[in-house]
């Protein structure tokens, strides 16, 4: 889905919009003796206390909106999906439910289990529909394919926000060798071989999301060694059927065969990765952005002169931006619905609930916390007071207490905020790789999209199978085990594992969200 060219106006945006009334429905205290019931699987407390009712965050929303919520999680350790399902089985459901609905949707509201909100909204929750009204691209995705609205949703401010996982690299050695920031693929491979040479440090990954799209777009390829569907004009394509993706596996496999790639990647995990980084076994590894500050911060814990940074991922040979870099929409799956067993006597309690995050006081709310706590105004802008930044515990654990919408929650996701509670080396971390790049969101198969009953099903089967073949011929083409003249081979068993039909019920989803109205 193509993103807004204004999203970085967003402020702006909202803070014309609530010209309607500043916070009215803030102000109105009608629903303050009601409780409402809300289940979610997200924006659980901190664990350095015992329940949302010590929450400083979840109790001051209660103040802040004069409305009374009940909040009911999972069990520790449980699978939310499970719990999600067993939860909509029963005859009562609580007030609201705070899950990932998208793809699903239609289907919840058929069976009774979600309300369609699409009638109210412009009433009962006017600065979200506002919101929604002056971003398209965000009224599409928060729409069923029959026009229904059923959810809350979260929202970044900036494409930056979207980009989060990506190249990491050691700046000291670079410097060591008089080496430039690599901004290609030669580039690259010459990086590699001096570290190589060098330190005896090589490329680490591990096969899974930390390393989806890794240099894949420098290629022209769309994916990494996860499946992914793409957008090339408005025809979904497969990634790992295009020539693109061949070149990419066979660059990889010659890299593996110089030694320049970690001998354990097959069995690596975030945790073992960030280990030999930090034992000057890798000089260059893909991951989140926060890995950079806990990297520099072990370097400076062991005295050690190591000084990791992001890098930018690197452009295509004949120097256009590259094709796939890790990104995700600029909306969240998640978001908050309200159940068909709420009372008509909660109804407006709910709605203004969900429609207080797309106020100006909800947005500085949920991205800050209570204003003269948590943060106070210098030089214009919200700021983070003293009992954030230096309290009694880290930062992250401060923001978890205080305030949300940092992975996930409601309204919109303000850059400042991230900004100030991101280390300045992951957060520029996060600018570098993001790089202005547009048409990998051109190219992006939306998550917004949803599927029939029947549809889902399908999905799931042929995944189940297809998504672990294709990870394990691509790890035998890249070790060697399978020569990369048996490639086509492989795409016969693309076709054996249903990829034709896995892109017509694809095509047939995607074609309906651009009908969306």
Not at 356 to 370: I, M
Not at 430 to 437: E, I, L, S
């Amino acid at each position: 889905m193509k993103a807004s060219s204004k999203i970085g106006l967003l402020m702006a945006a909202v803070g014309a919009m609530i010209g309607l009334a500043a916070c009215g429905s803030q102000s109105d205290t009608s629903s303050s003796s009601k409780t409402l019931t809300l289940w979610s699987d997200q924006e659980i407390p901190a664990t350095v206390v015992k329940s949302w009712k010590e929450s400083p965050f979840h109790t001051q929303l209660a103040k802040q909106t004069k409305i009374k919520v009940n909040w009911q999680f999972p069990a520790s350790g449980a699978d939310f999906s499970q719990a999600f399902n067993l939860l909509i089985t029963q005859k009562k459901l609580p007030d609201m439910i705070w899950h990932g609905f998208l793809g699903s949707a239609d289907q919840m509201i058929s069976d009774g289990v979600l309300m369609d909100l699409s009638k109210d909204l412009p009433k009962k929750a006017p600065h979200y529909w506002a919101f929604l009204k002056a971003h398209p691209e965000y009224m599409r995705a928060m729409k069923t394919d029959s026009g229904k609205i059923y959810m809350a949703g979260f929202f970044r401010e900036t494409p930056q926000q979207t980009t989060f996982i990506g190249p990491e690299i050691r700046q000291d050695w670079l410097d060591a060798n008089n080496l430039k920031m690599p901004t290609n693929i030669a580039e690259w491979e010459n990086v590699f071989k001096v570290f190589h040479d060098k330190y005896n440090a090589t490329l680490g990954f591990v096969p899974d999301w930390t390393f989806n799209p890794g240099f894949a777009g420098a290629f022209g390829a769309h994916a990494g060694l996860d499946p992914n569907s793409y957008i090339d004009g408005k025809k979904v394509k497969f990634a790992q059927t295009q020539p693109e993706w061949k070149n990419y596996i066979a660059w990889l496999h010659k890299m593996y065969a110089e030694g320049l790639i970690d001998k354990d990647f097959v069995t690596a995990d975030g945790n073992s990765l960030q280990t030999k980084a930090t034992t000057d076994k890798v000089g260059v590894i893909f991951n989140l952005q926060s890995v950079v500050s806990k990297l520099n911060t072990a370097a400076a814990s062991n005295k050690s002169s190591a000084k990791w940074v992001g890098a930018p991922y690197p452009n295509q040979a004949n120097g256009e931006k590259p094709t796939a870099i890790y990104m995700i929409d600029m909306y969240n799956t998640q978001g908050v619905g309200i159940t068909t067993s709420i009372s008509k006597d909660k109804l407006d309690a709910a709605y203004k609930w969900i429609d207080y995050p797309y106020t100006k006081e909800g947005q500085l709310y949920w991205n800050y916390g209570e204003k003269g706590v948590s943060w106070e105004m210098k030089d214009g802008k919200p700021t983070f007071t003293d009992k954030m930044t230096k309290g009694k515990y880290d930062l992250l654990t401060q923001t978890q207490l205080y305030t949300r919408n940092t992975g996930n929650g409601l309204g919109v996701q303000l850059l400042d905020m991230i900004r100030q509670r991101t280390d300045a080396s992951s957060f520029n971390a996060g600018k570098t790789w993001y790089n202005g790049n547009k048409q990998v969101r051109q190219a992006m198969y939306p998550s917004a999209v949803s599927y029939t009953r029947q549809e889902s099903k399908e999905i799931a089967q042929i995944m189940n199978t297809m998504g672990t073949y294709v990870k394990e011929r691509a790890i035998k083409f890249i070790t060697g085990e399978l020569p990369m003249s048996q490639f086509d081979s492989f795409m016969t068993g693309l076709k054996k594992q249903g990829v034709d039909r896995y892109l017509k019920i694809q095509q047939d989803a995607y074609d309906r969200y651009l009908k969306r109205q």
